[in-house]
């Protein structure tokens, strides 16, 4: 049977389309007869099919090689535009999780969005998504990788602005989309100095063309400079990560999506073009630099936030910048592990922290307490994830970050002690999370706080199984390393900044006796981490300063200069005109006059030289 499916594994973003247009003939006159849940169900139901098409499909991928598909999308004027699709384990796999989670995501919604009447719009826009990311897990060339890509910044836009009557939300919109830009920009200008270069713009031609490449230095430099600055904006890496925490305004059923694989299309991108990014050490470099700061700094910000969701933002980012330092040091495979076990771990801690954002109707941390007896499930799941998401076995990114520091160990020991700090930084910051919100007395925000009704509970419990057997999906897929070959020293270290990490959280927030807010050190240092170092406050000292100087120079340039000649051309011909027009009056005399004037006026401008010496 899976033979049977997997010809026609590329279509399934075809799904995902086909339930957006079918979601648009709900429209406002329809919704006033029958509601708008069906567009809703619609999405769910092509989502299904598409998961369930993607499934059936895997098991013929297995220890297959790659199957490449390819058309001619444009021929002209000697250039050779092809649709280039690649069919692998990898791939399909990777289609299986956008699909499942989107599903997750879609039931999930049925209850979050209960009283919402904007269920067309809201779906379309997950449709969207998943079309896109199937599409980009799919695509083989990176030109229309970036097509997709630009087609999805369009689409957070969109989903993060959904509640536009909100300014919050506005703004939130605006500041993705055009943060995205400016790391898209850069993107684009690579994509197109790449082709000329190597030939082709097919991943696998690229990797074969890098092997044996000879590029100028500098070129090489630039040129992978751009091709991070894409993914650099994408993934929500320093400076360009304030997006992702303003995009906390959208719904949470979006969030699951966003927090889980949205991020990670720029570090797919990335992974695809590690290759390339290996010809320039200063690529890699920069690579391993912005992922290393981004994660440690992030993990830092992430324990000194109030709101809900912004502290997992902020985690969200931290990971993806330990996608970066494995792409840096060449450990591709590593990476796609990680996005793997992150996914899941993320999009489940995002799912039971938003069923009590809903029920209890605040993002505040300091607002909630004592709900561990009131909502078990929905703490036995942030339990999971939590566990998922960190170095502790045997859960999903243990194996992961042990892969990883297995790698970096012997030549790279410091990359080690940045896994070290961001893994115990994020322990600390997840047990933080649960003991603020489950632990401790009950306040009056939390005093009736029932489980959620079964439409988002249903999927979150689902979810939680399936991130409990990552471990066994890894051991099926044989990434998981035998015991023998385990780096115990690795392994050690990483479990011991687990056990700091949350025994830290555990001392301080799983205990009645110690002060709530805790203050570690003055006021001024939780502000410098509260308010993410101040990046947005440099931001407007810097580049919104010189960008709004630059403005008001052209601004004034145009005013009083472009349109100050134009206005003295009009001025003067109007001012000629109605001169001018005294002197037609039919008469011969007048013209005669007139033209006996212009001669002497002509005459003197001509003689005056000669006037002047005389």
């Known amino acids: 049977m899976a033979d049977l499916f997997l010809p026609s594994v590329w279509l399934v973003p075809c799904y995902s389309l086909i339930g957006m247009i079918v979601a648009a003939a709900w429209s406002p006159g329809l919704i006033r007869r029958i509601g708008p849940r069906p567009a809703g169900y619609a999405n769910a139901i092509m989502t299904f099919l598409a998961f369930t098409h ?12 790659a199957r490449e598909v390819s058309w001619t999308w444009l021929n002209a004027a000697g250039l050779e535009l092809t649709v280039d699709l690649q069919i692998s384990s990898v791939t399909v796999g990777a289609m299986i999780v956008v699909t499942g989670l989107n599903l997750v995501a879609q039931i999930y919604a049925v209850g979050y969005m209960e009283m919402d009447w904007g269920w067309a719009r809201f779906y379309s826009m997950l449709a969207w998504f998943e079309a896109g990311i199937c599409a980009l897990v799919l695509c083989n060339s990176l030109f229309f990788s970036y097509v997709v890509l630009e087609i999805l910044t369009l689409g957070t836009y969109l989903l993060v602005g959904l509640w536009f009557n909100q300014s919050l939300v506005v703004t939130g919109a605006r500041d993705a989309f055009l943060t995205k830009r400016v790391g898209d920009l850069m993107l684009l200008m690579a994509v197109v100095a790449l082709l000329p270069l190597a030939g082709t713009w097919n991943f696998s031609e690229l990797a074969q063309w890098a092997k044996t490449a000879e590029l100028d230095p500098t070129v090489a430099s630039l040129l992978t400079l751009g091709l991070i600055a894409g993914p650099l904006g994408k993934c929500a890496q320093f400076p360009l990560h304030l997006w992702l925490d303003e995009a906390m305004e959208g719904p949470v059923p979006s969030t699951i999506l966003r927090n889980s694989v949205v991020v990670a299309t720029g570090a797919w991108i990335l992974i695809k073009l590690e290759p390339v990014i290996a010809l320039s050490p200063v690529g890699t470099s920069v690579a391993i630099a912005m992922g290393a700061a981004t994660a440690v700094g992030t993990s830092a910000i992430a324990i000194a936030q109030i709101d809900i969701k912004r502290a997992l933002s902020y985690s969200v980012s931290a990971y993806m910048g330990l996608v970066f330092i494995a792409v840096g040091t060449g450990q591709t495979q590593t990476a796609l592990t990680l996005l793997l076990t992150y996914a899941l771990a993320m999009a489940l801690l995002v799912m039971s922290t938003g069923t009590i954002a809903w029920n209890n109707v605040t993002q505040d941390l300091t607002k909630y307490g004592g709900l561990w ?5 929905s703490g036995l799941a942030y339990l999971v994830g939590a566990a998922g998401l960190i170095a502790l076995p045997p859960f999903g990114c243990f194996w992961a970050l042990l892969e990883m520091a297995d790698t970096l160990w012997e030549t790279q020991p410091a990359l080690v002690g940045v896994l070290v700090v961001v893994n115990g930084l994020t322990t600390f910051s997840v047990v933080r999370e649960f003991g603020l919100i489950f632990a401790g007395p009950v306040k009056p925000m939390t005093v009736r706080s029932p489980e959620a009704h079964w439409p988002m509970m249903l999927p979150t419990v689902v979810l939680m199984g399936f991130t409990l057997h990552v471990p066994l999906m890894l051991l099926r897929w044989n990434l998981l390393p035998a015991w023998a070959e385990v780096n115990l020293g690795a392994a050690t270290v990483l479990v011991g900044s687990t056990a700091i990490g949350g025994g830290l959280g555990a001392m301080i ?11 570690f050190g003055s006021q001024s240092v939780q502000d410098f981490f509260a308010y993410d170092f101040y990046t947005a406050k440099l931001y407007k000292l810097t580049i919104v300063f010189v960008v709004g100087l630059v403005s008001q120079i052209i601004s004034w340039i145009d005013r009083y200069i472009v349109d100050g000649v134009v206005n003295l051309i009009g001025l003067v011909t109007v001012f000629s005109g109605q001169s ?19 001669v002497a006026i002509l005459g003197i401008w001509l003689s005056w030289p000669l006037l002047a010496s005389l």
């Open 580 to 598: 001018l027009k005294y002197n037609v009056t039919g008469q011969t005399q007048f013209y005669a006059l007139t033209i006996l004037i212009g």
């Open 54 to 65: 993607s499934w059936l499909a895997l098991p013929a991928t297995w220890n297959q090689p």
């Open 509 to 519: 927030y799983l205990n009645d006796n110690w002060p709530k807010p805790v203050r």
């Open 373 to 377: 007896s009131r909502r078990p499930i």
